[in-house]
């Protein structure tokens, strides 16, 4: 107990300490004086740079896609800043604030306890020959380690230009390709088999870059596109359902297998069955002088979840 006893006045004096004068008073203290230790306070200015160093490469390292092992980096920066962190609490606990204990009844009055409290957290700072600099270093290792808690607040989406919630690699001519980057032809896509392509040349990771090809009817017409992602919760479209018995059975339907959301690829990817609030952004066709399937336009409507419905804005390229 006494260890936390000292850790959190550690705390008080470098957080709550002020750089005011101190009060006149009399000889008699309440905490005895200490000897300056500026060895102490060199390696706590020392601990509190680390510190700031390891939130600074936090933020850098969640800001940069491209490195390799991100989330190890990241669990090592913040991991190490918060060890570092608790180093300096304790050599200031143990070495630069002057502690001690007094056994003595506990009062039943607590006359001028204010006036007391600050008079002891003054005297509690004897040991200090740099009392700025630690606050000033203390508050700045405090502040980047709370932007680097606050950094992944940024991946919940764009605070302001919140027009790259609808832009898509598609734009008219752009190709339709397969897995391994090959054109998909027309005549290529068979009556019920569900096919996935991406834009020719662009990210494959972008929400708006999947999507999904089925022929629906004779000729180039019969083949349509679809975004890929569900416009429930941001799943992908992964099933092509195909009556076995049409008299009695519906007819094709694209399914997200999350939540069993049905899309109908015949009327626009309206929704037929399951919790997706809107239809199923549909790409636009056209076939080039080789046969190759290319987009002839952007989507029919925003790309992703529906969240309630409150995505109503059109695609962009």
Request: aromatic share 6%.
């Amino acid at each position: 107990m006494s260890r936390i006893k000292a850790l959190l006045i550690a705390a008080i004096v470098l957080l709550l300490g002020r750089g005011r004068p101190r009060r006149e008073r009399s000889e008699a203290r309440i905490v005895p004086p200490g000897t300056p230790d500026p060895r102490a306070e060199t390696l706590v200015l020392v601990l509190f740079a680390a510190v700031a160093v390891c939130g600074i490469a936090f933020i850098v390292v969640y800001a940069i896609d491209g490195i390799g092992h991100q989330t190890q980096l990241l669990g090592l920066a913040l991991g190490l800043a918060f060890a570092l962190l608790a180093v300096a609490f304790i050599v200031i606990a143990r070495r630069l604030v002057v502690t001690e204990e007094l056994a003595e009844p506990y009062p039943a009055e607590h006359p001028n306890e204010v006036e007391t409290i600050e008079e002891i957290l003054d005297e509690s700072e004897s040991r200090f020959t740099r009392r700025r600099l630690v606050k000033l270093a203390g508050t700045g290792a405090l502040g980047t380690l709370g932007l680097a808690a606050l950094t992944p607040a940024l991946s919940l989406g764009p605070a302001l230009d919140t027009d790259a919630l609808t832009k898509t690699p598609w734009r008219r001519g752009r190709r339709l390709v397969d897995d391994s980057g090959k054109p998909i032809a027309a005549t290529s896509i068979e009556a019920e088999a569900f096919y996935t392509a991406y834009p020719e040349g662009a990210d494959r990771e972008l929400i708006g870059s999947p999507i999904v090809v089925v022929r629906i009817g004779p000729g180039d017409e019969g083949v349509v596109a679809y975004s890929k992602i569900c416009t429930h919760a941001g799943c992908a479209i992964a099933l092509y359902r195909k009556p076995t018995f049409p008299d009695t059975q519906p007819g094709p339907a694209l399914v997200c297998p999350c939540h069993y959301s049905s899309f109908d690829p015949a009327d626009n990817g309206k929704v037929i069955f399951g919790p997706a609030g809107r239809a199923l952004p549909r790409l636009p066709l056209e076939v080039d002088v080789d046969g190759n399937l290319r987009a002839a336009g952007n989507f029919s409507g925003p790309v992703g979840p529906s969240w309630s419905g409150v995505r109503q804005r059109e695609a962009r390229s």
